[in-house]
């Protein structure tokens, strides 16, 4: 298995609280990764710290691209945005895209980011919407979709810019439970389907139980690791 | 009695729960303060002018009444600002009571009595505020004197501003509520908002096609009194002209700059004005009164340097005082305008925290968010501040051309004019990239 993010001894603290307590964990490509807990486990700080959101106390955040590595924690703010344009990608609980926006720009977004022309991100972001079944409503505003249409938008927008990994923060939250397995599906299609990484934080055991591994996480450190075959 | 008893346990739970987020009170109620402490001022110079007396008091009497119908415009503008920010910040609050199936009474009732509640507290601390700077204006000299205390207006104004403040946000709130009491879904999920109409540019067209002949035959209209009441009745439908036009040619501008808009920042501020026109006049029409105020400034101030070109001592003073009043009336309304764009940015941050921490999370500079907002207001106030510089010097077209010929300073003044508005703009939006930098620094996404 190809290696694409390694995390060595995390350490994070909020103040009094032991958020992450030396997390050692190996991500690689085609893997799809569940972290499970209950709230205040440490799960989506291990994922910001992943994502070069939060700059860990202590501990090595290693990226491996082109036969690189490259040490997240160390960069600087600038780097590590710079980073989370390109190398990653992100689906939030509510989806998060620019209500103004149409779907299609909404979805190019990455892409203007990364300066390429809007003709070419529009095409590039009308075929990722055609791949996940919403090629139809390239035009149309948020506010037309349904919930699960738009975390659609939301994936179509995390995979623009052919991330590495796509990070995931309880993206089924806000759905019911067949538009949660749809949208589940097209996620790890878009994503495992296409050798990319997915890691997800979610408290729903069906979700989980769709992935290749899932951690489960208390008070800041891994407490079971379940690989699936 | 019960209906009384719900009403203010929930009024009390909903202020401990604006405890947490404390701007949700504090941005309506320091734009609260701001309208009181402008309007206090406005009428304490009102009140100092009516004190002149000698040969020249009916005409001090005459320039503060113009002044005060110039500085209404902005102060009005400011207030509905305020207002509106007061309810848009518990829309959702309220939405979510309308589907947990409070009576229409109880809503309507709720929002009036926090919104002025909110008014209130901004106007006493606006009040307070007067108290301070009104000291600092009775230095100004007018009539060949500092104008000391007789810029102390009554006392009974004092209460009558605070009054007019809270009835001011109370209606807006009644009024603001109709879409939450009659569409309660229509809030919580974002409603696509209907277009500027066109037969409204026709009306429009119509109000200024009258206003250009009436200010073409003054001469003919008879006594002073008629000429005066024509020049108001033109001004105000100029306005009203700009209020109802604007967002029809914010629309126009906002299909062009999409279609040209090549990056992220300039794609999300187009779409930001096309996605509602009308909230895009809001947040910069008050610019476009303050400069169709400019070109009155510019014609009153060549009148008055006509009228100081006199050997009259009197008259010599009297033009003096006119240019510091053109200038202090233009000063006030454009910080009334750079008040009313910052607190409507500052709350738009703020109610969009957590997509700004999302398009953080995905790689967006904060310099493109920012320079985004800043395309949003700017982009349209520059088309603003021309259009409506251009539309008053066309209806004041023969006194312009006099004005061009005798007085050029008054074009220079005009200029002046629009840079400094656009300046204070540019400086309200930069205040309001500290709150941007602090929602991104909390970095929290709420969900």
């Known amino acids: 298995m190809q290696i694409l993010i390694e995390a060595r001894s995390l350490f994070k603290d909020f103040g009094p609280t032991h958020a992450l307590r030396g997390v050692d964990l190996v991500i690689g490509a085609g893997e799809s990764l569940a972290i499970m807990g209950p709230s205040g486990s440490g799960k989506t700080t291990l994922l910001h710290s992943l994502a070069g959101i939060e700059t860990p106390d202590a501990g090595q955040v290693l990226l491996r691209q082109d036969d690189r590595a490259t040490d997240i924690a160390a960069l600087s703010d600038r780097a590590r945005s710079a980073l989370r344009r390109t190398a990653?990608?992100?689906?939030?609980?509510?989806?998060?895209?620019?209500?103004?926006?149409?779907?299609?720009?909404?979805?190019?977004?990455?892409?203007?980011?990364?300066?390429?022309?809007?003709?070419?991100?529009?095409?590039?972001?009308?075929?990722?919407?055609g791949l996940l079944g919403i090629g139809d409503r390239a035009d149309a505003r948020l506010g037309q979709l349904s919930g699960g249409q738009q975390q659609r938008v939301a994936i179509a927008r995390a995979q623009a810019a052919a991330?590495?990994?796509?990070?995931?923060?309880?993206?089924?939250?806000?759905?019911?439970?067949?538009?949660?397995?749809?949208?589940?599906?097209?996620?790890?299609?878009?994503?495992?389907?296409?050798?990319?990484?997915?890691?997800?934080?979610?408290?729903?055991?069906?979700?989980?139980g769709r992935c290749s591994r899932t951690l489960h996480m208390r008070d800041g450190v891994i407490v079971e690791t379940m690989v699936r075959a | 009695m019960t209906g009384v008893v719900t009403l203010l346990r929930l009024a009390r739970l909903f202020a401990r729960r604006a405890g947490g987020d404390a701007t949700t009170l504090a941005l309506p109620a320091v734009a609260f303060a701001v309208v009181t402490l402008c309007t206090t001022v406005v009428a304490g110079g009102v009140f100092a002018f009516f004190t002149?007396?000698?040969?020249?008091?009916?005409?001090?009497?005459?320039?503060?009444?113009?002044?005060?119908?110039?500085?209404?415009?902005?102060l009005a503008s400011l207030g509905g600002a305020a207002a509106r920010l007061s309810a848009r910040r518990r829309d959702e609050r309220l939405s979510s009571l309308r589907l947990m199936g409070a009576s229409t009474g109880l809503v309507s009732a709720l929002t009036v009595l926090e919104s002025t509640a909110v008014a209130l507290a901004g106007a006493v601390a606006g009040s307070l505020l007067s108290l301070a700077a009104l000291p600092l204006f009775g230095l100004l000299r007018f009539d060949g004197a500092a104008i000391g205390a007789a810029i102390w207006p009554p006392v009974w104004v004092y209460f009558a501003v605070i009054g007019a403040v809270v009835v001011l946000s109370a209606v807006s709130a009644a009024l603001g509520l109709r879409a939450v009491v009659i569409t309660p879904l229509g809030v919580r999920t974002r409603v696509v908002h209907a277009g500027a109409r066109g037969i409204r540019a026709v009306i429009a067209a119509a109000v200024l096609v009258a206003a250009v002949v009436v200010m073409n035959t003054l001469t003919s209209l008879g006594g002073i009194v008629v000429i005066v009441g024509a020049v108001l009745a033109c001004f105000g439908g100029v306005l009203a002209v700009l209020g109802v036009v604007g967002p029809v040619v914010l629309r126009a501008y906002g299909r062009r700059w999409l279609r040209r808009a090549g990056t992220p920042a300039r794609l999300i501020s187009a779409r930001g004005v096309l996605d509602d026109p009308k909230a895009a006049w809001r947040q910069v029409g008050s610019v476009a009164m303050v400069c169709f105020v400019g070109v009155f400034a510019g014609i009153g101030v060549a009148i008055t340097q006509t009228v100081g070109g006199g050997?009259?001592?009197?008259?010599?003073?009297?033009?003096?005082?006119?240019?510091?009043?053109?200038?202090?009336?233009?000063?006030?309304?454009?910080?009334?305008?750079?008040?009313?764009?910052?607190?409507?940015?500052?709350?738009?941050?703020?109610?969009?925290?957590?997509?700004?921490?999302?398009?953080?999370?995905?790689?967006?500079?904060?310099?493109?968010?920012?320079?985004?907002r800043r395309r949003a207001v700017l982009a349209?106030?520059?088309?603003?501040?021309?259009?409506?510089?251009?539309?008053?010097?066309?209806?004041?077209?023969?006194?312009?051309?006099?004005?061009?010929?005798?007085?050029?300073?008054?074009?220079?003044?005009?200029?002046?004019?629009?840079?400094?508005?656009?300046?204070?703009?540019?400086?309200?939006?930069?205040?309001?990239?500290?709150?941007?930098?602090?929602?991104?620094?909390?970095?929290?996404?709420?969900?």
């Open chain 1, 163 to 208: 991330p590495a990994i796509v990070f995931a923060d309880e993206p089924t939250g806000a759905l019911d439970s067949a538009t949660s397995a749809e949208v589940m599906t097209a996620l790890l299609d878009s994503t495992v389907g296409a050798g990319r990484a997915l890691v997800v934080v979610t408290h729903d055991a069906g979700v989980a």
């Open chain 2, 311 to 372: 050997q009259d001592a009197a008259a010599r003073i009297l033009a003096q005082d006119i240019r510091t009043g053109v200038v202090l009336t233009l000063v006030m309304s454009f910080a009334m305008v750079a008040c009313a764009v910052g607190v409507n940015q500052a709350a738009a941050v703020l109610d969009r925290r957590a997509l700004y921490v999302s398009l953080d999370r995905i790689g967006m500079p904060a310099a493109v968010m920012d320079a985004a």
């Open chain 2, 52 to 74: 002149f007396g000698g040969e020249n008091g009916g005409v001090y009497r005459m320039l503060a009444l113009l002044a005060l119908v110039l500085l209404i415009v902005p």
């Open chain 1, 88 to 129: 990653f990608g992100f689906v939030f609980q509510q989806g998060l895209l620019l209500p103004e926006l149409t779907v299609v720009e909404n979805v190019a977004l990455p892409l203007l980011l990364l300066g390429r022309p809007r003709a070419e991100a529009e095409a590039e972001a009308s075929r990722l919407l």
């Open chain 2, 380 to 447: 349209p106030l520059l088309v603003v501040t021309i259009g409506s510089a251009c539309t008053a010097a066309i209806i004041l077209f023969p006194l312009t051309g006099m004005a061009l010929l005798l007085q050029p300073l008054a074009l220079a003044i005009i200029a002046g004019c629009l840079a400094l508005g656009i300046g204070l703009v540019w400086l309200g939006l930069l205040a309001t990239r500290a709150v941007l930098n602090s929602v991104l620094a909390a970095g929290v996404v709420e969900q």
